[in-house]
């Protein structure tokens, strides 16, 4: 049964694009066969695998847009049973040429109908913002992760978002279930990276929305994407690639499957 998880959160670095690649590197690894979509003009998780995004010929764009099948713009990376819908800077003006058309919500989820069954996990890298694009992602998708750093505001921008993301499923009655928060960034030295997840535990309580995986604050993530490496594959012995492969066997966890 595939799965189609968007990551998001409207606030920019907090993680998403890193926990999209080295999530997804982790799946694969442990054998499940995986795609990417790079929802996000910047095309970081494009670059994060070594692609060029200036010498694409067929990205997102070109399928949620243009007039060619999801699989011609449906590529392997370097890694065994990983693929990615790759994206660049044509993405920018999507949100605006989807608006103007009929049922522009359900476009993505169209889109993507034809390779959602070829994989087991789809994750989906969205841009930090709540617009069109990010609308359609909610639209095609089975759940949400929400990455979000130990930071002083970190509770209430999770609130906010989950609302945001209620108000998006009672409007289009499309429900989309929250797959999980992840505490990103965390770092063990300071007493507000402490703070922050005791609250978080605190506010979510017994049940299972917040990830028992924490992603620490790791100089070996932040380097990985300027080499074109998952940190799986750039540092296998890192505490970010250990972390993020204890995330991948939580989420088969909460799936049903034993790891």
Known sequence: MSEVIAVMNQKGGCGKTTT?????????????????????PQANATTSFGIDKTKIENTIYDAII??????????????????????????????????????YHIILKET??????LFDY???????????ITVNALVASDSVLIPIQAEYYALEGVADLINTIKLVENRLRSPTPIKGILLTLFDKRTRLSKDVHKEL???????????????????????????????????????????????????????????
């Open 20 to 40: 999209v690649v080295n999530t997804a590197t982790s799946l694969a690894v442990m054998g499940k066969s995986v795609l990417v979509v790079d929802m996000d």
């Open 66 to 103: 243009g007039d060619i099948n999801v699989k011609k713009a449906t590529i392997p990376t370097f890694i065994k049973n990983l693929f990615i819908i790759p994206s660049n800077i044509s993405l920018s003006g999507a949100g605006m040429e989807l608006s103007k058309r009929e049922n």
């Open 201 to 259: 535990k605190n506010f979510f309580g017994e049940s299972d929305l917040l990830f028992k995986t924490i992603i620490p604050r790791n100089i070996r993530l932040a380097e990985a994407p300027s080499f074109g490496k998952p940190c799986l594959i750039y540092d296998p012995d890192s505490t970010g690639t250990k972390a993020y492969l204890k995330l991948a066997k939580e989420i088969l966890k909460r799936d049903g499957e034993d790891v």
């Open 122 to 132: 789809i994750f989906i890298d969205l841009p930090p913002s709540l617009g069109v």
């Open 112 to 117: 993507l109908k034809d390779v959602v069954p």
